[in-house]
Every structure is written in C-alpha cells, then in structure tokens.
C-alpha cells in the first residue's frame, strides 16, 4: 500500500551531534551546491547511529534585538534562534513557545499570524514540529517559530493570541492528530468528523484511506 | 404571561448549501437565525479535499507543479508563480529577466480574470444579471491569451521551476497590448453599470464590515484588509519576480466594507493593466530558463514564500530532506484563512447579506478544501 511513500526520514538537526556541528556557524556558503553537503545518510531498517554527521540546514546564527530580547524573557527556552535563506526563526522548547508569540506581538507589533503547521518526524521521540510564521506590519519582518511535542502531548492553543489560528489548529489536529488545550472548538475540518486516522501523519500511506467510513457512507467498498 | 407560541420561538438553524449557487462551489454555511437576523454561522467545508499536500509529499518537485494549478482554479497562474518561487528559493536558484517579466504579465493578466469571475459572480448574486454577461466576455480574452501562449485556459501550468517551458510566441505583445486598450474603457463601463446603482449601493454599503485590527487578527489578506485601509501589498512590501520595478498604487477604502472591496478591486484591475503596459514595453531578450538541474534534489532545510494572489496571501511552506521529493509541503491558501472571519462578518446582520458577504471575500473552494 506504501509503494509510492518515502521513508521517513529524519533530517537530523534535532540530534545533539547535528546541532554541535551546526552551532559553529559555518562559512556563508549559500552557493554550495547539494552535493557537497555531507551525504545523508540512507535510510535503513535500523536507526542510525549520529557517527556520520547527517546533511542539516546550513543556518548561520541570527543577532539582533528581538532574538535578544526574547533570550533575556525565556534563557533556555529559547534553543536556537538563527537565520536561512535570509529568513529568521526561533526554535523554542514547547512551553515557551505560546508566551514568545504575546511577547512579539505585544512588544515588537508582530501582529499577524500568517501560518501556523506541522511537520511529522515519526522516527524521534519528539515526532511533531510544530511551524508558526508571524509578521508585522510595522517591520515588515517575519519570523518563524518552530517546536517539537511528542505524540501524546498537547500544545498550548494560539488562540488567545490570534483568532486566526482557530481554523489552523483545527486543520493540524485533522491532519495530524495534534492536541491544543485552550482551543475553544477543536474539531475536525476538512475530514469527516467520524473518520479514523490523521492523513498528514508519515505513516499514514497515500492511498489509505478509512474503509469503514467508505463503506457506510459513500455505499461502495473502496475509494480506490 | 401567556402560553408560548410559534411565533415566540425565535431561533432557527438552516442549512444554506452545500447545494446553493451563491456560495460559490460546495460550501455548507449552518446559520442560526432570529427572523432574518444572523445570530451565528458555522461553516462546514472539505467537500473538495483532495489532500494535495500528501500528494506533495509523494511526487518530486517537479510532478508536483501542475497540482497547484488545481486548488484557486480560477487564478491557476497566480498559484504556479508562487510554487516555483518557494522551489527556487529553496534551491538559491532565480529565473532569468525574460522569464520574470513574463510571468508578471501573466501573472496581472490572470488577476484581471480572476477579480472578472468574481464581480459578474458576486453581482450575480447581489441581483444585477448583466456585469456577468460583460465580465465572462473579457475574461475569454485573457483565456485566449493563455491558449495561445501554452495551450491550456484554466488549469495552465504556465511556469517551470527555474523559468518558463515556452518562450513568448510571436504576436504575444501585440494581443497583450490590444487587450489593455479595449480593457481599460470596459472597466469603466462596469462601473457605470453599478457604482452609483442605487440597489448595488444599498445592499452593499456597511454591510459585512470587518475592520483594520479584525483583519489582522483573523489573519485576512488582499483586497478585504485593503478596503479597511490597510496599504499592504506583498507585491510592494516583499516584492517577487521583479515586482519593484513597477510603477503602480495600491488602492485602499475607507469604511472597510462590501461596497469599499468592489471598488477596492475594481481600481487593482487598472492597476493591474497599467503594470502589464510596462511589461510588455520591456521585456528584455535572453534565456527563459534558469540554471537549475534537471532532477531537483534541494539541500536539507525549509523556506516559506508569498506571493499575493488575487485572493490574499499565498504561501507556500517546505522543508526539504535532500531527496527529489518534499518532505512537508503546505499552503496557505488565502481564501480558507478568509473565510474564517465570514462569522465575524455577518454576526447580527440580515441573511441576505450573508450572500452578499460571502460573495465579498472572493472564496475558491477548491482552494478552501485543497
């Protein structure tokens, strides 16, 4: 049924090894071409142990006011703060994530949540990415924010911060099963609310599909 | 006190779609009534989910192009444009001048058709018949263009990553050029039709009001947050695709209701042909393809880019592994994010201007569901 799923697999800038070689920024290369990246590592049966430094994101560190600022709020909640492709983001541990957002909303005028995402790395222990991009209108600026929850944790809800993640947070709890607590209607959005599983999930195959819901309510024994 | 009646009884739950011409596609909008008053709505959508960011995740980067074309089909250009701009910078790669050029004048051109569809569709349900008639007769100009240029009307697939598959053919300039002189007159002609139409003013001024601060909180973009009198464009803000170069404004209103988004849009229309009229005056020679490899294995990391689509904010958001396929691919569609102030909008208001609301925000729902 997996034929045409890739393995996951994880791009491993969240093992400590990865993150020791990625902390000395390395030269600004931004034309280095794919190749002389490391190799990344091909993914076998068992996982592979951090000798081999797996290919990360070449991300040079990110300076300035606000990465200060919310270092000084958040000290170790803020795990890294750096740049890519001339576009800044924060990774936070889950906790401190919500409380960085009132921060930049209130004291730097990031005041439009444009995307809120997630990403699913089901072989760690922290399966899922959680992506929030903010903008302000006054800079003219975004940030991306990103943190990791494992699977039967819940995040704290946007909501309060920004209507706009209502719908947003619905889709990832669709998509993904991610839990939000505070979140003030957390249903399914675009699937049917009896179905079973979260398409988005790596693990979940692209012609899968919930047979049952198949059967009872479209009358047919396959989708397929 | 006597008995309650009927008549006391005072709220009603209806169903207005999926099945209902005025919502645009199958939207199912569940609106609690009192009378005729809105007292809440809940929008029930996914009818058109498609799940085209799983099939992102099972294609390369390349077979994943035409797809896009088919979530806001009416502005399938706009929505290229943004894909192979988010690959690009994924890849630090850039398309050549003769292919940015032309896909600004495709880009505006698709633009024009797109705000077309929705104010003969949005007049359509407001009661005035006619503007569709016009509106749906320029716009098959547009789509001639686009037939000629790659064969396709809708679903175009006009843009590759890295530049463009098909240089300009011959006459483009000229059929570009003769659309924008009879275009220009036409607009006012629409507008004769309904700016000052007393029944198109009366069922549009203050209805649907959502102001500067509720579009920011709600996260909604384009030419709704314009009308509140927000001056933001991405095209200017973040300019893409050689944008800056342009000489245009970015119309704004003022009362930041249904009736300021008519002619919110209707001014980006010229707006949009005086920036075809300056790219077409100068499309420089050279290559339409840029440096890229023919199997694109971008380097591990992640990027996200907007552009503005005639709806709002498109974005496209990837993480790339290193392998020929993305390993996360999200949109962020403008119109789903939008629609989620509908709620907002017509809280308290009559049901028939729900119709007229929902028309307003400019929702695709094959965009909404993806």
């Given at each position: 049924m997996d034929e045409n799923q890739k393995p996951p697999s994880a791009p491993g800038e969240d093992s400590p090894a990865a993150k020791e070689a990625a902390s000395?920024?390395?030269?600004?290369?931004?034309?280095?071409?794919?190749?002389?990246?490391a190799p990344r590592p091909v993914p076998k049966p068992a996982p592979k142990p951090a000798a081999k430094a797996p290919a990360v994101m070449e991300a040079t560190p990110w300076e300035g006011e606000i990465p200060e600022a919310a270092r000084e709020a958040f000290g170790e909640g803020i795990l890294r703060a750096a740049t890519y492709r001339e576009q800044d983001f924060f990774e936070t541990d889950s906790g401190t994530l919500v409380p960085l957002l009132t921060l930049l909303r209130d004291a730097f005028d990031y005041d439009y949540l444009v995307e809120e995402t997630a990403v699913d790395f089901?072989?760690?222990?922290?399966r899922f990415e959680l992506v929030y991009i903010v903008y302000s209108f006054a800079r003219n600026h975004r940030i991306r924010l990103k943190t990791r929850i494992a699977e039967n944790e819940a995040m704290a809800s946007a909501v309060p911060v920004y209507a706009a993640a209502n719908w947003m947070e619905r889709e990832i709890y669709d998509m993904f099963g991610v839990r939000f607590h505070g979140h003030p209607d957390l249903r399914r959005i675009?699937?049917?609310?009896?179905?079973?599983?979260?398409?988005?999930?790596?693990?979940?195959?692209?012609?899968?599909?919930?047979q049952r819901w198949v059967r009872e309510n479209l009358g047919i024994e396959s989708g397929q | 006190m006597a008995e309650a009646t009927f008549l006391d009884s005072n709220e009603l739950v209806i169903n207005m779609g999926?099945?209902?011409?005025?919502?645009?596609?199958?939207l199912r909008v569940i609106l609690k009534l009192d009378g005729e008053k809105v007292m809440g709505t809940d929008c029930v959508i996914g009818y058109l989910h498609r799940g085209v960011e799983k099939i992102g995740e099972n294609r390369t980067y390349t077979q994943f192009?035409?797809?896009?074309?088919?979530?806001d089909y009416i502005a399938a250009v706009s929505n290229g444009l943004g894909y192979c701009l988010a690959v690009e910078k994924l890849l630090n790669a850039e398309a050549p001048p003769r292919a940015q050029v032309t896909r600004v004048i495709l880009t505006e051109l698709n633009r024009i058709a797109s705000h077309l569809i929705w104010l003969g569709t949005h007049a359509l349900d407001v009661g005035a018949i006619t503007p569709l008639f016009y509106t749906l007769r320029e716009r098959e100009e547009i789509l001639n263009i686009f037939e000629e240029y790659c064969g396709a009307r809708l679903t175009t697939h006009a843009f590759r990553i890295g530049g463009l598959q098909y240089d300009l053919y011959d006459k483009f300039s000229e059929d570009v050029t003769s659309f924008c002189d009879r275009f220009s007159p036409r607009v006012d002609e629409y507008e004769a039709l309904l700016t000052n139409n007393r029944i198109w003013v009366s069922r549009l001024r203050g209805v649907g009001v959502l102001n500067a601060d509720d579009c920011k909180q709600y996260g909604v973009t384009g030419p709704v947050m314009r009308a509140a009198g927000v001056k933001w464009d991405i095209r200017r803000?973040?300019?893409?695709?050689?944008?800056?170069n342009y000489d245009f404004d970015i119309p704004v209103g003022t009362n930041a209701d249904t009736y300021d988004r008519y002619l919110v849009r209707m001014e980006e229309m010229r707006q949009s042909v005086r920036i075809i009229r300056q790219a077409v005056a100068n499309i420089p020679d050279g290559p339409i393809m840029g440096k890229v490899p023919k199997v694109l294995k971008p380097p591990v990391g992640e990027v996200y880019v907007s552009i503005e689509a005639p709806k709002g904010e498109l974005g496209y958001y990837i993480v790339s592994d290193g392998t020929t396929q993305p390993y996360r691919l999200r949109v962020r569609p403008p119109s789903f994010i939008n629609l989620q102030a509908l709620d907002k909008m017509v809280r308290g208001t009559l049901i028939a201007d729900c119709v007229a609301v929902i028309g307003t925000i400019d929702i695709v729902l094959g965009e909404v569901d993806r």
């Open positions: 000395p920024a390395p030269p600004p290369s931004a034309d280095a071409p794919a190749a002389e990246a089901p072989k760690e222990e922290k675009l699937m049917p609310d009896e179905w079973q599983g979260y398409p988005l999930r790596k693990d979940y195959g692209i012609i899968q599909q919930d | 999926p099945q209902h011409p005025s919502t645009h596609g199958v192009a035409p797809y896009v074309d088919r979530m803000a973040l300019p893409y695709s050689g944008y800056e």
